[in-house]
């Protein structure tokens, strides 16, 4: 047996057998799956001496145990394998929590949330790097944290003896991590403590893992408790509830204006600026305007005010912070405008992936807008969806395993304009039609489901969207 075991072939899990490997364990990877593109990463794997066991649970039944168990991810905390491996007494962490142990002595941005993570970990690692900092984004997006720890560790080496490694492309030392944290790292991380935690949005979701509302909560406060300094949305109708009883020192947001700003400190808009007020006492401050965001919707300014929240927290320059936010692009599978065909445009909403998401999608396009919405369900309440459908949508396109079960709550409140279509190909071309036939501006893909029916991840799901679009608009030139 292994001196340390990780479960889960993604890119989270080769990042952490690779830091492993190098910080000299006995390290092997396993996979219950096994597919065309895992035998080819457990080829490449092999080659670096870390072996990969595919369609394999591990087995503690031996008495020869590993001394440590990571896990990706994507892998449930409370799998079988797992509970055994804890009543064993086996060290069993996620890969966030490796990485955190690597890299503690740098200061961290921990971003979590149900839907908003992404855009605000984007945009606060553009507006970190823009001041000059080396903050790479990671986590959910860009980086496994266990790639960042192993840069950083071959950085140090490569400082020790320069002539080791002379073609290296590493970069400079990491100034600061700015982590975008699912509830799945966080339930794993037992020790991970950011300098500045974000907390985004709280609704319903992955409730089939977590089973209660209340434990996915505090599994989300855990992070944030851990977290020197505390930024929440305060426009979220459900932090906004627990507000002051449950987090009294943190930094409120609003884009309502200062009225609404729960504390005493944060960040709030007013008169089409973000304004900061750090303290009872202190002069509230214009920061950034809020038009230089090029991206839509009021989301998207909660996003802003929090990204700029954790930026002024750690010390950067407004002048830095301007540059960033008009310079930013936005972020792909996420209301990404794709091309405009005869005057309508295409979005893709792919990341989209739950009801609120998926509400807050169409709530930011112009209507009327032809819905394509679908995938893998997940629980959750779907009726401020459904209402935001009957308000926007001319009509709706249904693909995936949750098609038959979306046209039956369509028709319950009585929607009827909508086709099941099974496949994304025949959505785009046959959306392309009706938004010409009802005279719509915007072909929204905004699924509210995950991807895992039709496409491994909502990327890729994203992607084939977007191709199809491009080939749809070069077909009709």
Not at 154 to 170: F, G, L, R, T
Not at 388 to 407: E, T
Request: hydrophobic share 40%; with cysteine.
């Amino acid at each position: 047996m292994p001196e340390a075991i990780v479960i889960g072939l993604g890119k989270s899990g080769v990042a952490a057998a690779r830091l492993l490997k190098q910080e000299g364990w006995e390290v092997e990877l396993s996979d219950s799956s096994t597919s065309p593109n895992l035998l080819e990463q457990q080829q490449e794997l092999a080659n670096e001496q870390i072996p990969v066991k595919l369609g394999h649970t591990p087995n503690l039944e031996s008495t020869d145990l590993p001394k440590l168990i990571v896990v990706s991810p994507g892998v449930p905390w409370d799998i079988a394998i797992l509970v055994k491996a804890r009543e064993l007494g086996i060290e069993t962490i996620g890969e966030m929590e490796l990485a955190w142990r690597h890299l503690q002595n740098i200061p961290w941005v921990a971003i979590t949330g149900t839907n908003g993570k992404t855009t605000t970990t984007a945009l606060t690692a553009a507006i970190f790097q823009a001041a000059g900092f080396n903050a790479p984004a990671c986590g959910n997006i860009g980086y496994a944290a266990c790639e960042v720890a192993l840069n950083q560790k071959q950085i140090k080496a490569n400082e020790q003896n320069p002539i080791q490694n002379p073609k290296s492309k590493i970069q400079n030392s990491v100034d600061w991590v700015i982590g975008e944290l699912s509830s799945y790292q966080i339930e794993s991380s037992v020790t991970l403590a950011p300098r500045i935690g974000i907390w985004t949005t709280f609704t319903p979701d992955h409730l089939a893992r977590h089973k209660t509302l209340e434990n996915y909560y505090n599994i989300k406060a855990k992070l944030l408790n851990n977290s020197q300094l505390q930024i929440f949305n305060g426009d979220d109708v459900y932090l906004n509830k627990v507000g002051l009883n449950h987090w009294p020192n943190a930094y409120w947001t609003s884009v309502k204006g200062a009225d609404f700003l729960i504390s005493e400190k944060g960040f709030y808009i007013e008169n089409g600026w973000v304004i900061e007020k750090l303290s009872a006492t202190s002069t509230p401050q214009q920061i950034v305007e809020v038009s230089a965001l090029k991206m839509v919707g009021e989301h998207n300014q909660q996003n802003l005010l929090m990204s700029v929240g954790a930026a002024r927290l750690a010390g950067i320059e407004i002048a830095a912070i301007c540059r960033a936010v008009s310079e930013f692009p936005g972020v792909p599978h996420r209301l990404e405008h794709i091309c405009t065909w005869s005057g309508i445009d295409f979005i893709n909403d792919s990341k989209a992936t739950n009801y609120d998401a998926a509400e807050v999608g169409l709530a930011s396009v112009k209507s009327p807008a032809i819905l394509i919405a679908g995938g893998e369900a997940k629980a959750g309440d779907d009726t401020a969806w459904l209402n935001k459908i009957q308000d926007k949508a001319a009509a709706v396109l249904l693909i995936g395993n949750a098609a038959n079960a979306f046209a039956q709550r369509l028709q319950a409140v009585g929607y009827s304009n909508f086709e099941i279509v099974e496949t994304m190909d025949k959505a785009v071309s046959k959306s392309a039609e009706l938004a010409k036939q009802y005279q719509a501006s915007v072909v929204l893909l905004s699924p509210a489901c995950a991807s895992f029916d039709q496409y491994p991840n909502f990327e890729v799901r994203g992607e084939h969207f977007r191709e199809l679009c491009l080939q749809w608009q070069a077909k009709m030139k």
